[in-house]
């Protein structure tokens, strides 16, 4: 990411503003999916103008998968530090997002779903947030999203982890992990073994 991150700063010293926006994403996507938390809102917070939109309740269509994560990572960051402009933030996507995927079912239900389920892991809804977590990471195996199954197993593991409820996390993690492995993302597959067994799964 920090890499990522180097190539946005020059692009953008040199004006070069396409670069940017690539650099940008990149950075922000590889923060998300290595839950750099830290940097992934650091990104956000540095670059105001690339993510104008998460202010706004409308995106454009081809910022729509730079703009979910950070969308979920807003969710995040309003549980970590309890600031209600990234709970707003998070809104803003979540309301686009809804939107979307009334016209566009397909691609956009599952990403839909994802982002409902976080804003009810955030409200602290829990029978709300475990429908939306297994809604999710249905739809996006019935629209053949391979890599959001992992993604929607991985939060909701997560999630479960949180509340106790050992059965259902361990579930999600086999889940998460087979999704990710079958996308052809083995280190991804293995890094979600590893974080959330130590994380939350007792493995004496």
Not at 46 to 56: G, R, S, T, V
């Amino acid at each position: 990411a920090s890499c990522n991150y180097n190539i946005a700063e020059t692009a953008r010293a040199k004006n070069e503003m396409i670069f940017v926006q690539s650099a940008i994403s990149l950075s922000l996507s590889d923060a998300f999916f290595s839950r750099d938390f830290a940097k992934a809102s650091q990104i956000i917070l540095q670059h105001q103008d690339f993510f104008q939109m998460l202010h706004e309740q409308h995106m454009r269509i081809t910022d729509f998968e730079v703009i979910f994560y950070a969308g979920l990572i807003s969710f995040h960051m309003a549980r970590e530090t309890r600031e209600a402009h990234w709970m707003e933030k998070g809104m803003n996507v979540l309301s686009s997002f809804e939107k979307c995927s009334i016209l566009n079912e397909w691609n956009f239900e599952h990403r839909f779903l994802l982002l409902k389920a976080e804003l009810y892991h955030t409200k602290g809804d829990t029978h709300a947030a475990m429908q939306a977590y297994d809604l999710s990471a249905e739809a996006a195996q019935t629209h053949c999203f391979t890599h959001h199954v992992g993604l929607a197993c991985e939060l909701a593991a997560h999630y479960f982890g949180n509340i106790g409820a050992k059965e259902r996390t361990r579930e999600m993690i086999q889940r998460s992990h087979d999704a990710y492995m079958e996308w052809g993302a083995a280190r991804k597959a293995k890094a979600v073994i590893n974080l959330l067994e130590l994380e939350w799964l007792d493995c004496s």
